[in-house]
């Protein structure tokens, strides 16, 4: 690798994970973590670290002068709930600091760019089921407003300068080392916290909303594989339709008693679910297992068990 790699939002949900990845793959010294907060020890130890702002363009410019760095993975972002409260702000970190990492790659400062988009670049008229790759997009909420923007000037930075920007539309990610930060596909992450704690969970969505989801691993490793492969293969410059999976509360609260019988949900939908009813119950990402051979490890059953399993690990340590 001809520079080093610098993961903006690096103590996130997925930021975390992903640069532990990198790390072990590139080795820990060309792997730069950066964020406004600390992360995890894990994180924090394994390699470098910058506190760094995504919208301070200037900080961002001198870390990648400091480090030589040829690639960038643009995690920082505000999720679709907490978006919605805070409206502008959203926006703004949302969309400036793509704009930022856009520029500097025009500019010929950095070589790649991973930029994450998301299924809430859909909204109540798209097709709910099996979502195409290309289709009607009005999204409804500031998020999915500034993904789909995104979207747009990923591809028209690609087309007009040549800027080797890579994205996928990701689901929503389930993991148990770091919290997601107010998303509304959260409540598949609770419910194993509220299972192993009380035996019990009321869900924030009705018992029949449809998602698609994926567990960690496999976006991750996604994210490896659309960054790895040779340009031509990605033809697709917005951004990628990805799957794995696509479940209801009711469906997953099935699968965690199986495990444990005694488990209990409850229901009590909020403004969340108006934000989940606007989004598809399932992804067609033929292009993603066309393309660039995406395919996907976890389903049901085995994301439930690694969730169970990480989730009571983390509650003994805590102890
Ligand atoms: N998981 C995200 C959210 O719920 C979707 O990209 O906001």
């Not at 990805?242 to 609260?253: D, E, G, R, V, Y």
């Amino acid at each position: 690798m001809a520079g080093k790699i610098l993961i903006i939002g690096a103590c996130g949900q997925i930021g975390t994970e992903l640069t532990l990845k990198l790390r072990n793959l590139y080795g820990n010294q060309n792997v730069i973590a950066s964020d406004i907060k600390e992360g995890s020890r894990e994180l924090m130890e394994s390699g470098p670290f910058e506190p760094a702002d995504a919208n301070d363009a200037r900080r961002v410019e001198a870390l990648l002068d400091q480090y030589n760095i040829s690639q960038v993975y643009l995690m920082a972002a505000m999720l679709s709930a907490t978006a919605e409260k805070a409206p502008m702000k959203a926006w703004s970190l949302n969309m400036d600091s793509l704009f930022h990492i856009l520029n500097f790659a025009k500019d010929k400062k950095i070589e790649k760019v991973f930029w994450p988009s998301s299924i809430a670049v859909f909204g109540p008229t798209t097709p709910k089921n099996d979502t195409p790759q290309t289709t009607i997009m009005e999204p409804t909420t500031v998020y999915g407003i500034s993904k789909q923007t995104g979207e747009r000037w990923c591809e028209y930075f690609h087309n007009k300068y040549g800027v080797d920007v890579r994205s996928l539309r990701y689901p929503g990610i389930i993991s148990y080392k770091t919290l997601p930060g107010g998303g509304t596909t959260d409540y598949a992450i609770e419910i194993f916290h509220g299972a192993l704690k009380n035996n019990g969970y009321t869900s924030f969505l009705a018992e029949d909303t449809g998602l698609p989801m994926m567990y960690m691993d496999d976006a991750i490793k996604a994210t490896v594989d659309i960054m790895e492969a040779p340009s031509h293969k990605i033809r697709v410059r917005s951004s990628y339709n990805l799957s794995a999976l696509s479940f209801t509360p009711k469906i997953l609260a099935e699968a965690i008693q199986k495990e444990m019988p005694e488990f209990k949900i409850a229901y009590e939908p909020d403004f969340r679910q108006k934000i989940a009813d606007s989004w598809p119950s399932s992804i067609d990402d033929s292009e993603a297992r066309k393309d660039w051979q995406w395919k996907h490890d976890f389903d049901l059953e085995s994301l439930v068990n690694e969730m169970l399993g990480g989730v009571s690990e983390q509650l003994r340590a805590e102890k």
